[in-house]
């Protein structure tokens, strides 16, 4: 999917990149990996259909220059982007929506900026900046739902290691099958872009110590009365369902829509039903 790509200086001059694509009032879309080329999220499966899509390409990734000091890829000092293109866009408020690890930096920016944040749309959201743990079981439980798949046994074992501490960058490598609803041959070649799409030394810094006070975070969401959307894959061992019900727990008027059969990625594995839910609640 190519699409114009904008820019926009961020406080320290560091020029940043985002993409606008679609028609409707803006979305302002945070991507994963953590620090993953906006590119990987598309047009949404769809969703461009009713909201203008604006993908911010974070520092370090994709169009985005790399920043003079490395330290500032460290997440919570990445909200001070979010908001300078929320003041680029001349927007009072902002439609936001995080995926994976990216739903921590919409998490602090809510946690900053509250009055700014009109709706929160979270994908398969990553929950380091609430402090939300994740048990080995619930990821094993999620992927024992594809017990059927010719592949399941391998990447099973290299599940269990990893949940018991004992893996390696190969083991990781060896569960990718249940971070996607199907893993035919489209979505392994979505897997093996990453690779290219990521930035190594900006996701070793992004969650490092320092970059989430999960106390505060959880405070400001027990406040926030705006429209909260909590979205999470059948089988995702990323972002299990417990951990997404958790999640919106954590606000007073959150959605929690679980997707059958969709993995990490919902909008490849059931494009329709995800675009539906999101239109209607963003509407």
């Known amino acids: 999917m190519v699409t114009p790509m904008l820019s926009f200086p961020a406080p320290d001059g560091t020029l940043l990149a985002y993409h606008a694509s679609g028609s409707g009032a803006p979305l302002l879309c945070l991507p994963g990996g953590p620090v993953q080329d906006s590119v990987y999220l598309g047009d949404l499966g769809g969703l461009d259909a009713h ?89 094993l439980a999620a992927a024992r739902l594809r017990a059927g798949e010719p592949w399941f046994a391998e990447a099973y074992a290299a599940l269990e290691d990893l949940t018991a501490g004992r893996g390696t960058a190969e083991t990781f490598a060896a569960v990718a099958p249940f971070f996607h609803g199907t893993w035919d041959e489209a979505a392994q070649e979505r897997n093996a872009a990453v690779a290219h799409q990521r930035n190594g030394e900006a996701a070793a810094v992004y969650g490092s110590e320092g970059a989430y006070e999960p106390a505060v975070t959880r405070a400001v969401f027990a406040t926030f009365e705006r429209p909260v959307l909590v979205v999470a894959g059948e089988g995702d061992a990323n972002t299990p369902v417990p951990t ?40």
């Open 51 to 139: 909201r203008t899509l604006i993908r911010l390409d974070l520092r370090g990734s994709g169009g985005s220059a790399e920043p003079a000091d490395p330290s500032s890829y460290r997440c919570d000092r990445l909200v001070a982007d979010v908001e300078a293109l929320r003041v680029h866009l001349g927007l009072d408020a902002i439609d936001l929506l995080g995926h994976s690890a990216g739903a921590n930096l919409a998490a602090l920016y809510l946690t900053r900026h509250p009055e700014r944040v009109a709706r929160l749309v979270l994908v398969t959201p990553g929950p380091a900046a609430p402090g939300i743990e994740t048990t080995g079981e619930e990821r």
């Open 244 to 283: 997404a019900a958790a999640y919106a727990g954590l606000f007073p008027k959150a959605e929690l829509a679980v997707l059958a059969g969709a993995g990490h990625f919902p909008w490849h594995d059931d494009a329709e039903r995800f675009v539906d839910r999101l239109a209607s609640f963003l509407a």
